[in-house]
């Protein structure tokens, strides 16, 4: 079975940075677009960046220049590096993975657990 574990979050201060990590277990042929997500109490789960298998990516407005999203295709393992941190990046942060299992021949799109990023002033 596949499964995706976010690790890394905890508790920083306002400007402070943290650098979070997506491990990949399972029968994996090979994964194309990965992303990292975010959701805060009460709201809805916000897309934060994607990367393509080449390496690719795309960031939203609200992070862009502090935010990095990097991945290594030998260890299939995503990393977003998250510096300058504000209150408001508080959340829950997910990390998404398409996914072509080598046991069911089939692709699949797999969420990990999440990791909780606490910023506080």
């Known amino acids: 079975q596949v499964q995706l574990v976010e690790s890394g979050g905890g508790f920083v201060k306002a400007g402070g940075s943290l650098r979070l990590s997506c491990a990949t277990t399972g029968s994996i042929a090979v994964i194309t677009d990965m992303a990292w997500y975010r959701q805060a109490p009460g709201k809805q789960r916000d897309l934060v960046g994607n990367i393509t298998r080449g390496g690719s990516t795309n960031y939203r407005d609200f992070v862009k220049g502090r935010f990095s999203i990097s991945r290594d295709n030998a260890k299939n393992t995503m990393y977003l590096e998250m510096n300058s941190l504000k209150p408001e990046d508080t959340a829950v942060y997910y990390c998404?993975?398409?996914?072509?299992?080598?046991?069911?021949?089939?692709?699949?799109?797999?969420w990990g657990q999440g990791t909780q990023v606490t910023v506080a002033s």
């Open positions: 998404y993975a398409r996914v072509l299992d080598s046991r069911r021949r089939s692709w699949g799109d797999y």
